[in-house]
């Protein structure tokens, strides 16, 4: 019997509305009920995934930011960190700005962007269907490299880069893959995400990468959590889409 089923968000455990079905609910449950721990691995910053957690009963660890973090949720901490350094973030978003590229970024707490569009426009709706304490924290902002100067936080998750021409998608990884000690999610697909309207389906399309800290991954984040609780390799399974 697996110890430990690692599960995906968007894609995966979440249907296309961004909603966890009562179906998969049971699932869980059931899982759970026969001991094996079902832990969230996302890229979602911590409130967006303690929501979920609470909801599917979740109880013990998720992972963060790709990786990025290990939150305990007993005790309300986390036990594990790898974060992009402040000087890092503003080196990636210049050669965005440069390029007017449209990016966002992600701390522990909230996505910094500077409008409602992609991913972000994706979380903004799943928002307005959830209660406030439950919502995924979004900082709106004029100017993004002028907010990261100013803030006094030095711990980064991810960037997201998102745009609708592939050319020039192509052609912003290509100068980013010049930028040291970072590492860069596959390309090679569009990402699709589905926002209800009223009562129809508005599909949305769009070139999407992550970026975070090199040899940052879900799968070092499980291993490190594993070694800690002395469970095998053998004993864990992950889920994705």
Known sequence: MYKIVAVDLDGTMLNKYGIVTEETKQ??????????????????????????AKEIGSNNYFIAGNGSLIYDIKNDKIIYEKFLSK???????????????????YTEDTIIAKQLKYNVLYYYKENLKKEEKNKTSITLVENIIDYI???????????????????????????????????????????????????????????????????????????????????????VVAIRR
């Open 27 to 52: 699932t869980i449950k059931q899982t759970i009920e026969k001991g094996t721990d079902v832990i969230i691995a996302s890229g979602r910053p911590i409130d967006s995934i303690k929501t979920i």
């Open 87 to 105: 000087q890092k973030i503003l080196e990636i978003a210049k050669i965005c700005e440069e390029n007017s590229i449209s990016y966002n970024i």
């Open 149 to 235: 100067k100013n803030s006094e936080n030095n711990k980064y998750l991810k960037i997201t880069i998102c745009d609708e021409t592939k050319s020039i998608f192509n052609s912003v990884i290509r100068k980013l893959k010049t930028v040291s000690d970072i590492d860069i999610l596959d390309v090679s697909h569009m990402s699709r995400k589905v926002i209800k309207q009223g009562t129809e389906d508005i599909n949305i399309e769009y070139f999407y990468t992550e970026i975070s800290l090199s040899d940052v991954d879900k799968w070092t984040a499980i291993e490190y959590l594993i070694n800690q609780l002395n469970i095998k390799k053998e004993e």
